[in-house]
């Protein structure tokens, strides 16, 4: 969650949590959830997970049986106290929840930045206990030490007066994106959206904007702000539908404009859209729920059903009406292009837009008929609005006649083809849906079995988590490859590629911060590792990072680009002496052993459970097997059936291509 989405599910919550009382306080893994009881109103569950989200939760969970020592010393402090206040720290990702009475309170301080912690504060703000203990440059999390809330990142947007916009970027040297993250303390999705109701390309190097670009960007700005100001409307989970099933993509509290051409899934409340974003994860569902969650998940199919039947027809709708608009454009070819000439001839011999409308309302008048065409005309986005035979149709003054009928014709063609991918995608999801079996799970009895896991929406890419918590993806094939620069990698990213044909492109998602040179050695590792040095048995490698900007999938003029790869422009930032080397591990939680994989130093930080692998002469599917029973020697005996039924298939997809040996790291 970023810190807007902090501030807007506050209200949510606090209409619950104010003066409820905690009844009890339950730990999975790193899962809190504070079971709270409001007289009058009856019982909720508050989540908290730090690093990532805090929302009210619906799902129920079958509580440990041991709780943990944190859980334990939690709950002797706030048991069956009432919480008397819950705020955000300033515009930061740092919810402080009072607990208490008048005569003595404490402070349960969430954190959800970075690697997330949660501590527990007595009446003067001394940490009493924390989930995690470190010293950092300007602060230390330890016992008995002050609490400081950390610095202040950036300005915050709403107490910004929008008129000093172009002091406050035009010295950067960076993408807009990665400015307005930087220096408006926004996370780089918001910044992405700020771009597009601007009408801007998110990758443009801010100095670069001219005095009506950063107009344009103010209005994009205020747009943004007055969306935050009027709160959540629509809450709902982005789909991503386009490859071999649906997956969560994102959650937004209201709507994006860019994912105008995705399906959705709305909810009444914000909540309810991060509880079914997240789900069940590192938790283990009581027996006598299961009938309850698999009519949950059916009902969920359902609505997922249903919204891609309105996808598809809107599609439909949309396919119609540009095919209808091409043809439009071509039947009244002449009085358009005299309409285009006439204003690209007065924009050339320098005539103000002022005065072009002032014309345009005189032709009016006058009763010429071009004119009467002429409903809006918006000089920001190079834009004219006519109106023929009822319809309007919206052109770019800066193509000619065909161009523009050209455009609509291609978005015609664009939007049925999403619309074939659509039905296929509905026939799956009914696939899915008749595959649940409410009379085979009333049978079910106690089996220790492990439950199908819904896997994250980056694991069809190559994946790893950075020592420093980064998420890093690679692609797995030219599709995947081409697939995870246009659509995935945002204008705050790192893209890196070993220095050598036959690699991943790999890319480092970057949400505020960027990396240490830490995280880009390992992401540099991992693309040497998956490329072809692998196969050909090499030892090291080198690989190079860039910012998104200078990647681009157009050829200079008169060359050519196979489909697939990319042109750098400008300086490669080169990581040498890369070993060829990989970690294989798992990381338990509670129901799950979940395969990874990545360099060493990355795997070590996130488990204690691994394995190293090095390029070699044993095929695969043995290598796999070895993989698997070296891991279970490693793991607590209580947790050896989890790694022994894991697919070969999913530890298979975490290795490159050729053989391989296991050996000492």
Same mark, same amino acid.
């Given at each position: 969650m970023s810190n807007s989405d902090i501030r807007l599910i506050l209200p949510e919550i606090t209409r619950i949590a104010n003066g409820a009382f905690i009844k009890n306080v339950y730990q999975y893994s790193e899962v809190f959830v504070l079971k709270l009881y409001q007289p009058g109103l009856g019982t909720y569950q508050l989540l908290i997970e730090p690093g990532k989200r805090v929302h009210l939760t619906e799902f129920r969970r079958k509580a440990p049986r041991i709780p943990p020592q944190f859980c334990t010393v939690l709950r002797k402090y706030v048991r069956d106290r009432r919480i008397l206040s819950i705020q955000q720290h300033e515009l930061d990702r740092i919810i402080t929840i009072e607990i208490g009475d008048e005569d003595e309170s404490h402070k349960l301080v969430a954190e959800l930045f970075g690697r997330g912690n949660l501590l527990l504060l007595d009446n003067d703000d001394i940490i009493f206990t924390a989930l995690h203990y470190k010293k950092m440059r300007d602060r230390d999390i330890i016992p008995k030490a002050k609490y400081e809330f950390p610095p202040q990142r950036g300005l915050d947007i709403l107490d910004l007066d929008t008129e000093d916009l172009e002091s406050i970027i035009l010295d950067s040297n960076a993408n807009l994106? @990665?400015?307005?993250?930087?220096?408006?303390?926004?996370?780089?999705?918001?910044?992405?959206?700020?771009?597009?109701?601007?009408?801007?390309?998110?990758? &443009?190097?801010?100095?670069?904007?001219?005095?009506?670009?950063?107009?344009?960007?103010?209005? =994009?700005?205020?747009?943004?702000?007055?969306?935050?100001?009027?709160?959540?409307?629509d809450p709902r989970v982005i789909i991503d539908d386009?490859?071999?099933?649906?997956?969560?993509?994102?959650?937004?509290?209201?709507?994006?404009?860019?994912?105008?051409?995705?399906?959705?899934?709305?909810?009444?409340?914000?909540?309810?859209?991060?509880?079914?974003?997240?789900?069940?994860s590192g938790v283990e569902e009581e027996q006598e729920e299961i009938l309850d969650a698999a009519e949950k998940e059916?009902? @969920?199919?359902? @609505?997922?059903?249903?919204?891609?039947?309105?996808?598809?027809?809107?599609?439909?709708?949309?396919?119609?009406?540009?095919?209808?608009?091409?043809?439009?454009?071509?039947?009244?070819?002449?009085?358009?292009?005299?309409?285009?000439?006439?204003?690209?001839?007065?924009?050339?011999?320098?005539?103000?837009?002022?005065?072009?409308?002032?014309?345009?309302?005189? =032709?009016?008048?006058?009763?010429?008929?071009?004119?009467?065409l002429i409903k809006e005309i918006i000089p920001s986005q190079a834009k004219i609005v006519l109106e023929i035979n009822g319809t309007m149709i919206e052109l770019d003054i800066r193509k000619s006649v065909q161009d523009n009928a050209a455009l609509a014709y291609e978005a015609a063609k664009k939007a049925e083809h999403k619309t074939k991918g659509a039905k296929k995608q509905i026939e799956k999801t009914?696939?899915?849906?008749?595959?649940?079996?409410?009379?085979?799970?009333?049978?079910?009895?106690?089996?220790?079995?492990?439950?199908?896991?819904?896997?994250?929406?980056?694991?069809?890419?190559?994946?790893?988590?950075?020592?420093?918590?980064?998420l890093v993806l690679g692609g797995r094939d030219a599709r995947t490859n081409e697939q995870l620069a246009k659509r995935h990698m945002t204008a705050n990213d790192i893209f890196l590629h070993a220095a050598l044909h036959g690699a991943p492109y790999t890319i480092i998602k970057v949400l505020d911060d960027p990396p240490s040179d830490i995280t880009l050695r390992?992401?540099?590792?991992?693309?040497? &590792?998956?490329? @072809?040095?692998?196969?050909?048995?090499?030892?090291?490698g080198e690989a190079y990072w860039v910012n998104p900007e200078q990647v681009s999938f157009s050829p200079p003029t008169g060359e050519y680009l196979p489909s697939g790869a990319v042109m750098i422009y400008g300086e490669k930032n080169y990581i040498t002496r890369l070993p060829l080397e990989l970690c294989v591990g798992v990381t338990l939680e509670e129901e799950y052993a979940?395969?990874?994989?990545?360099?060493?130093?990355?795997?070590?930080?996130?488990?204690?459970?691994?394995?190293?692998?090095?390029?070699?002469?044993?095929?695969?599917?043995?290598?796999?097997?070895?993989?698997?029973?070296?891991?279970?020697?490693?793991?607590?005996?209580?947790?050896?059936?989890?790694?022994?039924?894991?697919?070969?298939?999913?530890?298979?997809?975490?290795?490159?291509?050729?053989?391989?040996?296991? =050996?000492?790291?």
């Open positions: 994106v @990665r400015t307005l993250a930087s220096r408006l303390n926004l996370d780089s999705l918001s910044c992405e959206e700020i771009c597009k109701l601007a009408d801007i390309e998110s990758k &443009t190097k801010a100095s670069s904007l001219n005095e009506e670009k950063v107009n344009d960007l103010r209005i =994009g700005l205020e747009r943004f702000i007055d969306k935050l100001r009027a709160g959540i409307s386009e490859d071999d099933e649906s997956i969560y993509l994102s959650f937004v509290p209201f709507e994006y404009e860019i994912y105008d051409d995705m399906p959705s899934e709305t909810f009444e409340t914000y909540s309810q859209a991060l509880d079914e974003y997240f789900g069940l059916r009902k @969920r199919l359902q @609505r997922i059903i249903e919204k891609q039947q309105e996808s598809i027809e809107r599609l439909e709708r949309r396919a119609e009406v540009l095919r209808s608009e091409g043809e439009m454009i071509y039947s009244h070819f002449q009085i358009i292009q005299e309409i285009l000439s006439t204003i690209a001839k007065a924009r050339s011999d320098g005539i103000s837009w002022n005065e072009i409308l002032s014309r345009i309302e005189k =032709g009016k008048k006058q009763g010429i008929e071009s004119t009467q009914k696939t899915k849906l008749e595959e649940i079996d409410i009379d085979e799970l009333e049978l079910e009895t106690e089996v220790r079995a492990v439950k199908i896991r819904k896997k994250k929406w980056y694991e069809k890419f190559r994946w790893f988590k950075s020592s420093e918590g980064y390992e992401a540099a590792q991992f693309a040497v &590792t998956f490329s @072809r040095a692998w196969q050909e048995g090499l030892t090291s979940i395969p990874i994989s990545g360099p060493p130093s990355a795997v070590s930080s996130n488990t204690d459970y691994y394995v190293g692998v090095f390029p070699g002469q044993i095929k695969k599917g043995q290598l796999v097997k070895d993989i698997r029973n070296a891991l279970i020697k490693k793991i607590p005996e209580e947790f050896g059936y989890l790694v022994a039924q894991i697919p070969q298939e999913d530890i298979m997809r975490l290795l490159p291509s050729g053989g391989g040996r296991i =050996g000492e790291l």
